[in-house]
């Protein structure tokens, strides 16, 4: 009894202390084509035909992994969704026809795209 009390107290500080991010709907999305395809369909309408698009831009690279304003799922979504203040990125929440779904489609492409 107590080497499973243990056993559970040593488990639970493991996981606690692994900083591992949270299973968000990217994660799921990376698995879904069609996620993907709407997701690089709105990347090509929307980021990387104008700002994002590798060429001459203050823009940052969006397929590498130095994110400036934190690389979790959950912060490139709300990065998307809010905008940055000060810049020309701007907030695409309730812009998108599928709304969140669409901001999510958008982030598990990004994600697929990373060249870490």
Not at 16 to 22: D, I, K, Q, R, Y
Not at 97 to 110: F, M, Q, S, T
């Amino acid at each position: 009894m107590i080497k499973t009390l243990a056993l559970t107290g040593l488990l639970g500080l493991f996981m606690l202390s692994s900083g591992c991010e949270p299973a968000s709907p990217a994660t799921a999305l990376l698995n879904d084509p069609a996620a993907l395809k709407r997701g690089k369909l709105i990347y090509t309408g929307s980021c990387g035909g104008y700002c994002h698009n590798g060429g001459a831009s203050d823009a940052p690279n969006l397929t590498d992994c130095n994110w400036l304003h934190g690389g979790s799922d959950q912060e490139v979504f709300d990065t998307i969704s809010r905008g940055v203040d000060g810049t020309r990125m701007i907030g695409f929440a309730g812009k998108l026809p599928d709304g969140d779904g669409d901001i999510w489609n958008l982030v598990a492409y990004l994600k697929s795209e990373r060249k870490c």
